[in-house]
């Protein structure tokens, strides 16, 4: 099957900056996309940001300018970078890959998630 690990969480003060990664693997056909979420403590989880296999990406208002999606297609890898952090962001944050397997049909899986604070 398919696997998504995250890795890059923890703790920074506002203003400062993390840089998340996510790398999928297992048997592979077909990355459609890969994208970040995430969810705090009382709260739906939301999407953050999301890229295509064509690089096409879209961004939540609320991290448009200080937050960067970028992938390796050819790892399966996204990263996410984190500037000017604010407490508000954060959460438990959580990749997303969008991926036909060799001999599954087309789903999404989720990794196991991140803590991001930012605190004082």
């Known amino acids: 099957q398919v696997q998504v690990v995250e890795s890059g969480g923890g703790l920074v003060q506002p203003g400062g900056s993390l840089r998340l990664s996510c790398a999928a693997s297992g048997s592979i056909f077909v990355m459609y996309a890969m994208g970040w979420y995430r969810q705090a403590p009382g709260k739906q989880r939301e999407l953050v940001a999301v890229?295509?296999?064509?690089?096409?990406?879209n961004y939540a208002d609320s991290v448009k300018g200080r937050f960067t999606i970028s992938r390796d297609n050819a790892k399966n890898t996204v990263y996410l970078q984190m500037n000017s952090l604010k407490p508000e962001d954060t959460a438990v944050y959580y990749c997303?890959?969008?991926?036909?397997?060799?001999?599954?049909?087309?789903?999404?899986?989720w990794g196991q998630g991140t803590q991001v604070t930012v605190s004082s």
């Open positions: 997303q890959a969008d991926v036909s397997g060799s001999y599954s049909s087309r789903r999404r899986y």
């Open positions: 890229i295509t296999s064509g690089s096409i990406t």
